[in-house]
């Protein structure tokens, strides 16, 4: 593949995810319950464990190459943590929420649609453990 060519795959991959993102991420963050976020995670089976995990890494990377490229970054690695299936996804989740311009975005959003601000994990939340 020449340079060129390698650059359009670039340019296009770039403005899906930028498309992407500003479809889906406000559709979610509509439509979650104002607690998913402070609520305790239901149990799962293996497999959809896994299947939960790689989703929730692939939207991380995304949303980790959308911090230099165009896209909703924080956003989208917002709701790749919450769909991990992992410990430490509370604090990381805490720590995101609570940053006045990530929430400031997130409640403008909720609040276009008439939903309630998203209530954040209580920072004595126990770390869900998951066997």
Do not use: C, W
């Not at 940053?99 to 126990?126: F, H, S, T």
């Amino acid at each position: 593949m020449s340079s060129h060519a390698a650059e359009i795959a670039i340019a296009v991959v770039s403005i899906a995810m930028f498309v992407g993102t500003i479809v889906a991420i406000p559709i979610f963050l509509v439509r979650i319950p104002e607690d998913y976020f402070s609520r305790p995670a239901p149990k799962r089976s293996l497999p959809v464990r896994i299947a939960r995990t790689v989703a929730g890494v692939v939207l991380i990377a995304l949303g980790l190459a959308m911090l230099v490229l165009p896209g909703q970054g924080l956003l989208t690695v917002l709701v790749g943590l919450s769909i991990l299936d992992l410990p430490i996804k509370t604090r990381i989740i805490r720590k995101i929420l609570t940053n006045e311009k990530v929430r400031g975005a997130i409640d403008g959003i909720r609040r276009k649609r008439g939903k309630a601000p998203l209530i954040p994990p209580a920072d004595d939340a126990p770390v869900p453990r998951y066997a």
